[in-house]
């Protein structure tokens, strides 16, 4: 797979996933702190999600 493609699909993935957790009431901060602790393991600075 091309690198741009295979970018743009795991962006959109990301994207589905941030709108499914808000769809079904998870907050921006949970998000974040899922994101810090289990698939970054850095803090994570105040942009805004979705």
Do not use: H, S
């Amino acid at each position: 797979m091309e690198t741009k493609a295979f970018i743009d699909r795991l962006d959109q993935e990301w994207i589905q996933l941030i709108l499914e957790a808000k769809k079904l009431g998870v907050e921006k901060e949970e998000v974040r702190e899922f994101l810090q602790k289990y698939i970054l393991n850095e803090p994570l600075t105040n942009k805004p999600i979705c």
